[in-house]
């Protein structure tokens, strides 16, 4: 934002100190500026960001500021300054009577805009406002073109509002025969005049239609721009200011299984709907090389695999936009993160290389392009921004987790974890950066288990089993507490989630069902211990009676060695990044994913999953992924911030790594269950 | 084009002046450099555009330079610097021997490349040869990257090669275990290590199927790269070395009437090929008030006329690149030009608004997008720019005139008179520039006349009236020699064209046919002079027998009417420009489009057509508007002078001006015939 005015800049400000001072809080921004000169006006010469959609005329009354008079600049009283007006300063707030004479008088406009008890307050329209002696101007938060959205309570991670789209309110004078300048350079002079934009150029299909929006709404318009990392800008859409829509953005992240995608409202920074669906890719394989395959041996590439995922991401963008009460020509932006097979298949990338050695992609660097490009719905201007990848199988929704998690600007070493297919770890703080991907299979997802299902209503996510009686109380999702406090036949189970199976494999050890190499106890003998050619192989968690699937639902022998598998290579994946680090343990562990929501950190540190750590000390925070596309949404520095961390984070490949066999053997071991977990 | 190896700049040579002195001719370029740089990358960091397609790999053999000992700085006489190897230098051409030992000895590639008689010539690779001792370089008109390229022999104005698209070729280290590196990165990094390239990005469409081109072309490529005048630039395309096929560019001027297409290698700078056509939007109307008109009641808006208009353009591009044996993927750049609005209809853009007052135009500076945004089927890749216009009806036709004279960088004050359908004319020169537009109608290119026609095989154009017997002699298009000179049945007239009828005009009056005033004389009496009650009304220019159409073509007073109201407004506009500078004549009269091709520039002084010039002032320069467009197409800042010229014209408005009627009135006359058309 460049100040189209360089007389007024301070270079140009009167000599020898003369005009007075204007001190910005909270920013602390002050200047000398001649008398007259609005504060709007001032803040923008200042860098100090103050909302306004209408550009000086009082019409979006977006530029409240409260205006005060002169603080010293050091110490905590506010003593006024003497050369204001000499009125004493009390012993802390200021009165309004006092404040109201450092600039001109309330007017109409705001009068109106405001209401006298707000104006009796000291409360203004910055750009009506003008500088009469040094002032003191409170810009408050709503009043700050770059808020801060808070992302979520708990995790207390921030991010501010600098989309890569905005939406700008423009009043243009009609053409006349004096001054018949043509209808684009009269937006793009209004547009520079009215809010300091330079350097756009148009979208060109908006150029072909403009001349009649802008007569229809007779000139009285909001204009979308998107702003670009090189250039300027680009007008991507003008609608009458009467009826200007919304401006919306679309986060998505493509998983081998779920695809997630976020509505946001960019002038917000708000979340509007979050739907979700299975990946329809599946359909092709469940796992990225089997999809891969199948893209080059289709004699179309991956056009269908392509556009499967695009289908399903059209469709969950209606759903989003039919909730929040939008359309699908208000989304003008979109953010992708998937793993890097996802990646190249969403963007249709040729991924016949991705799936041989050398695993080459096809691109790292971010991919900027027209969402339209790929098939996307939404509005024909709507950019498509995808995040880097980093290499091979560690893709753009690793880069997310870490711009979500931001490991680099901490001094803690975190051990980010987020499963889903695959395992994918990062180990760091701000001095290095970590990666691996560890072939967790699917078990932890509940896939490829005799009972194994989805977290989703009928799953088994909590279980305990009474060491002594092996009595079993589970929790199903869907269902309100302990299945023990429901009469068996409204219980409904219908199978055990990613979570219910880790608990099981914790609980069964405690209870000494399996013993530290992952067999049943050969001595085993209970009712819920079921048996083939004579050996305990299976264990009853749900009687028959109380699933909804006519049958017991049971863990067997298979499904602890599928557990076991998945541990053991998240483990070792953990150790070796220690080790090569260079610390025995994590600061803090942040599990992510839908996974690290649902699990039990006790049983996962039970187990033997999670490196050693403070219980206290491991946390869940969802599907960073997706916050991570969001946070790009949001912020174009995030955009920044991914394409730099993505060139800085050291893979580390495990299959090469001479510890790695050795690691993995000793985590496949189940420990004695720790103290805590028998509480 | 960045150096990408700072270490080696001029501020890193060794100090006090250690290393060899390398200068190079015609540029004079010099600097001192280690032993064992090569030349190429000496050159580049001097700022010596050498051409090398390669990236200095010995492949291209384009980088061919003479080494010579080194010269003296000052005098003509070649003296070598003692310091070199203290051989003399004799009298004035040095020989190969002594300038051999300033650099490496020949590789094997250069021998092989050159042939031993141009190597014992001096001749080498400038890539393959390295400092050795103080040396001066020759770099050959054709191994200069920056052509200059003359437009045409008798103008004899010059463009410098310097196009949006080049080609460049590449060859990469295929990916392994220990370098995967990306396809998209490992190709933009051999780009600015071979050919100094940064700040690229790809099309996304190449970007996907980059992977496959490069793996069968065994990672040996060319690259064809657009670069935008803010951002580095796009890569475009990309295909296999051994098959690099043709970069070509379009330059179209979509005149009102017609057509014209040229094609161009912009590698070369060389037309290959030229078509022109009727515009088929005259179904929708002769002029353009008739088909904005058109555009404005259709309830598709603009799309009809856009669709006739491009369909037209791509016949012409089909038509074209057959003929000089390419294809229409070979085209990867087109600017267009053309009237306000031929300019609106061409884009598509809404031009209600340019029909009625205030004329606002949608858009007036340049327009850059995709062609297959307008429906142009050449490379998915190519691009459209399209020059600025000026105001109303003085469009981006009169913007590409005055790019290709260029009046702007001249001492002597111009008028350029374009003729078309309108007269746009042009007075100035490096201090000022005037322009306007003159409804001369259409008469002038033959239409709207009794027996009027296109400058087409059957047209006459030349006449000669004896003024003692009144006997014509007329020359027809494509017929050799006068008519007389051929029997009365081989004429084949079909008509007049507007050269012919500006001849008639003259020597009608020149013959006492006709008065000052545009009446026949009432005393003419003549076989050829027809009666229409009473009163003599035609004039026979062509018997019955010696035309195609079955009877005579003859020359109205209504047809007289019709020139003579053109001529006074093309007259009564440049006298009002010439007033408005200041100054009684122009220096040079420089008459552009086709029309003024064919006018016999006496026949057009003798009715006062033109202000008062010298005859041999008077220069037909044949389609300048499509001369401006190609130079738009060959060089980068042709398009920024047009973008700042169309800004710096300042339009005269002649319905306003005080002193037009009268102009008009007094250019109304047919003065007495100078001598020199009496010869």
């Known amino acids: 934002m460049t100040d189209p005015a360089p007389s007024s800049s301070p270079d140009h400000a009167p000599a020898d100190g003369a005009g007075f001072l204007v001190a910005f809080q909270p920013s602390g921004r002050r200047g000398r500026f001649a008398a007259d000169r609005d504060l709007l006006s001032i803040g923008r010469e200042l860098g100090v960001e103050i ?49 109201a004479t450092c600039v001109s008088p309330p007017t109409d406009v705001e009068i109106k805009a405001l ?51 905005r939406s700008y309110h423009v009043l243009l004078k009609p053409p006349t025969l004096q001054d018949a300048m ?59 200011a009467e009826d200007p829509g919304r401006v919306l953005g679309l986060a998505v992240d493509v998983g081998t299984t779920t ?24 359909a092709f394989g469940d796992d990225v090389i089997a999809r891969l395959h199948h893209a080059s041996r289709s004699a179309e590439g991956p056009g269908e695999l392509q556009r499967s995922v695009i289908g399903q991401v059209n469709e969950l963008a209606r759903k989003a936009v039919e909730r929040a009460g939008g359309a699908l020509g208000d989304i003008f932006d979109t953010v992708m993160v998937g793993n890097t097979a996802m990646h190249h298949l969403f963007l249709g990338l040729d991924s016949r290389a991705l799936g041989a050695a050398p695993f080459a992609p096809a691109v790292q660097g971010p991919v900027d392009t027209r969402a339209s490009a790929l098939g996307l719905t939404f509005h024909p201007g709507c ?17 997310a987790v870490i711009i979500a ?15 889903g297919t695959n395992g994918e770890l990062v180990l760091g703080d701000r001095t290095r950066l970590l990666s691996t991907s560890c072939a967790t299979g699917p078990a932890l997802e509940g896939a490829h288990l005799e ?69 049943f106890n050969p001595d085993a003998s209970h009712e819920r211990v079921l048996f083939e050619d004579g050996r305990p192989r299976k264990f009853v968690i749900a009687r028959a009676e109380e699933t909804a699937i006519g049958r017991a639902i049971t863990v067997s022998l298979k499904d602890i060695r599928a557990i076991q598998l998945a541990k053991a290579a998240l483990r070792a994946g953990a150790e070796i990044l220690l080790r090569t680090y260079g610390t025995p343990k994590p600061d803090r562990v942040i599990l992510a994913g839908a996974f690290g929501t649902y699990i039990d950190k006790y049983h996962a540190l039970a187990i033997g999953m999670l490196p050693d750590c403070e219980p206290e000390k491991v946390m869940s925070v969802g599907n960073a992924a997706g916050d991570g596309a969001r946070f790009a949404l949001l912020n174009m520095g995030k955009r920044r911030e991914a394409a730099w961390v993505a ?33």
């Open 182 to 240: 043509a209808d684009a350079e009269r937006l793009l002079a209004a547009l520079e005049e009215q809010h300091g934009l330079t350097g756009l150029d148009f979208d060109f299909e908006i150029l072909k239609v403009f001349p009649g929006i802008a007569r229809a709404a007779r000139w009285d318009l909001v204009v979308i721009v998107w702003r670009s990392e090189s250039a300027g800008g680009t007008i991507v859409e003008v609608r009458p």
């Open 51 to 99: 909302e306004s959609t209408c550009g000086g005329k009082g019409v979006c009354r977006k530029c409240r500021v409260r205006v005060e008079a002169p603080a010293a600049t050091s110490g905590a009283s506010a003593a006024s300054d003497p050369a204001a007006d000499g009125a004493a300063a009390g012993t802390g707030g200021l009165s309004a009577q006092t404040a």
């Open 451 to 519: 009972y194994g299902m989805r977290a989703a209503p009928g799953a088994i996510e909590r279980i305990r089993i009474d060491p002594e009686t092996l009595d079993v109380r589970f929790k199903v999702i869907g269902l309100e507490g302990w299945h023990t406090e429901h009469p068996a036949n409204e219980v409904g189970a219908r199978g055990i989630c990613g979570s219910g199976i880790i608990e099981a494999a914790a609980e069964m050890r405690k209870a000494g069902l399996i013993l530290s190499g992952g067999g």
């Open 647 to 679: 060139g800085r984070v050291q893979f580390i490949e495990l299959a090469t790594d001479p510890d790695f066999q050795r690691e993995y053997v000793k985590a496949m071991q189940f420990d004695p269950i720790p103290a805590i977990l028998e509480e």
């Open 115 to 165: 209401g006298d008890q707000a104006i009796a307050d000291g409360m203004r329209l910055a750009c009506q406002t003008r500088v009469a002696g040094d002032v003191q101007v409170f810009v408050p938060e709503e009043s700050r073109r770059t808020r801060q959205v808070v992302r979520k309570e708990a995790g207390g991670r921030t991010v501010v509002l600098d989309p890569a789209v």
């Open 405 to 419: 998690e931001a490991p680099y600007d901490q001094d803690e070493v975190l051990l980010i974890i987020d499963i």
């Open 383 to 399: 950019r498509l921004h995808v995040l880097p990848v980093e290499a091979g199988f560690v893709g753009a929704d690793n880069v």
């Open 259 to 282: 695809i997630a995608a976020y509505l946001t409202d960019l002038t917000t920074g708000k979340v509007v709907a979050t739907e979700s669906e299975m990946n329809p890719q599946v």
